[in-house]
């Protein structure tokens, strides 16, 4: 059974960085596509950041361009975040997400691609 957990999410100010890690555990994550997504209270989940297999091709929301950063270990089976000049905009539980299935990697920006979600972790940005 593969499972996820976020860690990593906290209380920060604006301008502050955090970075987010998602283990996974139950089957390698080698050949599978995977993402952030993020919710705000009241708001749909909205996709933030997605990575290929390979890691050699990257997509983020226009909202996080030039400021977060998504990697991969795939030795280690952990995705991460690297949040910079967070906003208090970017305040929203972060979940991540990995899809093993062969279309997963074509629609990385679709909740559906995803077949495994994690449970999520709270970022709240102050002003």
């Known amino acids: 059974q593969v499972q996820l957990a976020e860690s990593g999410g906290g209380l920060v100010q604006s301008g502050d960085s955090l970075k987010l890690s998602c283990v996974i555990s139950g089957r390698s994550f080698r050949n599978s596509a995977a993402g952030w997504f993020r919710q705000a209270p009241g708001e749909e989940r909205e996709f933030v950041a997605a990575?290929?297999?390979?890691?050699?091709?990257?997509l983020y929301a226009d909202f996080v361009k030039g400021r977060f950063t998504i990697s991969r270990d795939d030795a280690k089976n952990i995705l991460y975040l690297q949040m910079n000049s967070l906003k208090p905009e970017d305040t929203a539980i972060y979940y991540c997400a990995v899809g093993f299935r062969t279309d997963s990697s074509s629609y990385p920006a679709a909740l559906a691609s995803y077949d495994h979600w994690g449970q999520g972790t709270q970022v709240t940005v102050s002003s």
């Open positions: 990575i290929r297999w390979r890691g050699d091709r990257t």
